[in-house]
DNA sequence: TGGCGTATTTGTCTAGGACAAAAATGGGAT
DNA sequence: ATCCCATTTTTGTCCTAGACAAATACGCCA
């Protein structure tokens, strides 16, 4: 129930399209040739011009890509068709983690910034920082990304939803930075990898090492291996920590995590973590499975290393 | 004084050139075909392939046509005569900012993550956050960006300094929000469009606002333009908010907001700012010029609307 | 069921050509 | 000399259609 009345809305260029689709232009004019569609009218210089509903619809074509459709199967078909398999998308499964998830959702479907923030501030002073990081936070990101993928949240819900997280889960950080003792070692570096745009995997893992009593130093989102490197030697770190979802190909994260070891010295481990199924530990590489096991191997380094507080 | 030892660096492709000089692909090619610069390798399957150096000349070319220079009279030249241009685009005012980054720069270079931090609190200590928001922050951003396109800082010590930065000013804002009576109106949606993944601007603006005493929410950089304008009507948003650094067209700038303000209804107000040159004014789009400016700006709200707390 | 080699799919790159919007330039008229 | 308008140059973005490697699916065998 969008629009009643519907909106005489200009048809857009290709560039437009791009932005708001998040599909390249070389990708949809190849898609126009081998599939027919989109299919835009042209203006008086044979540019495209795309009519909004066929910009819709290729919205709903990335949804479904990204949760695991191929563009041969799936681009031409009519819309009905395309929302069904969207909510098929993500079904079953959904069961244990909407428990937890249900009243985050409600929030976000009432745009309730105030009771969001409040909600998260909560389970945090509640349960801890350490169980909302390692558990509560990656099933609720999981929860809202998969109901993103369903078609349940439209795209600025769940960028509100990940502005509310970053600031609760930050403010918690520094508070746990704040407390204890000097933290000295180990220097953690945190990082991804350029493909990587997503903050909240790696912010996690880095509220886990503060609570652990890590030094922590962040580069951010996407930055070009050689950089992470130079980085890591620079800051003299001890462990370099990479977040990898599940939007990163295995195949790059492993040739990356390579390419990484080959440009740092030895004696700085490289621990990886995150969603990303395909991750493998291999030589000179930790994987770590899951957030909660950061306690237990930073204890592992401290006494493998000799160091005490 | 980076790098004693030339390290090899791989060469990049055109798409990462395009991500790291911020000039499209189109652009690139064609500077190549009618300046014969960018002149780069190709690989075995006769893809384009820039060495490093020719990445750090058009990062170089981008910062001069946005201070004005033209493509054909510089594109080609060598860098030392493309440094001598820079010096006399930033000559006299370059000297202040200089002033108030020089510590800055200096932590940068030696990597000191904890002195970095307490610096950037002081400054909000000592000037408040206003002061820092809109004055000191702003110059520091400019600095760091400016030596970074000037080879003066790898990218990595960018990384740094921006999530210093963020955690400094992310938890002054939080500090200020818990401050002051309760907040209301005006409700403000804070947003960038697609193309521009700058956050620092945003949140600066972020910081501005909430001290007049608006009710901030955030949704982060780069949502598509449909989406911010279902967010703001959702949010029932009195104010959307948007930043534009310098590295957004001003053409795209234009188009976008004329594309926004159809697509919300006129009670919502369009303001724009941000160090990006061309932003004009146009029906329905205030802009702002300065992050100073949001203060009287806000209160002509408020008396325009009849609205007090 | 799990691993491995082959076939298909898919995104991104290539080359030049074209053209409109933006900017610079020239030439009166005030 | 200054302002304004028309003409020329510059510049970015779009076009077509072909190519190819990386990613993925498929078929086969153990």
Redesign the interface.
């Known amino acids: 129930m969008t629009n009643v009345v519907a909106e005489p809305?200009?048809p857009m260029s290709i560039?437009?399209v791009e932005?708001?689709?998040?599909l390249p232009k070389d990708t949809l004019r190849v898609w126009e040739r081998r599939y027919g569609f989109p299919n835009p009218l042209r203006d008086k210089q044979d540019e495209r011009l795309y009519p909004a509903d066929q910009v819709t619809t290729l919205r709903l074509l990335r949804r479904l890509i990204v949760a695991g459709h191929r563009p041969g199967k799936i681009v031409g078909l009519p819309d009905d068709q395309l929302k069904k398999l969207l909510e098929k998308v993500g079904g079953p499964d959904d069961q244990p983690t909407a428990y937890e998830a249900e009243p985050v959702l409600g929030l976000l479907r009432s745009?309730d910034?105030v009771g969001l923030r409040n909600h998260l501030n909560a389970i945090v002073l509640r349960s801890g920082l350490g169980a909302f990081a390692s558990v509560t936070g990656p099933r609720l990101v999981e929860a809202v990304g998969s109901a993103w993928a369903r078609g349940d949240l439209?795209?600025?819900?769940e960028?509100?939803f990940?502005?509310q997280f970053?600031?609760v889960l930050?403010?918690s950080i520094?508070a746990a930075e704040g407390a204890g003792l000097p933290r000295v070692r180990p220097r953690v570096l945190f990082?991804t990898f350029?493909q990587e745009p997503h903050a909240l995997g790696l912010m996690m893992a880095e509220a886990m090492f503060t609570l652990e009593g890590c030094?922590g130093?962040?580069?951010?989102v996407q930055?070009?291996i050689?950089?992470?490197a130079?980085?890591a030697r620079?800051?003299k770190a001890d462990i370099l920590a990479l977040s990898f979802s599940s939007i990163v190909p295995a195949a790059q994260a492993t040739t990356g995590l390579a390419e990484l070891r080959n440009l740092v010295p030895g004696t700085i481990e490289i621990w990886a973590g995150g969603a990303c199924p395909g991750l493998r530990p291999m030589p000179g590489v930790y994987v770590l499975r899951g957030l909660a096991s950061i306690g237990p191997a930073i204890e592992a380094w401290r006494s493998r290393t000799n160091f005490t507080e």
């Open positions: 809305v200009a560039a437009s932005r708001d689709s998040g745009h910034a439209e795209i600025h819900q960028h509100f990940t502005e970053t600031t930050r403010s520094s990082g350029p030094l130093i962040s580069l951010g930055t070009p050689p950089e992470i130079a980085a620079a800051h």
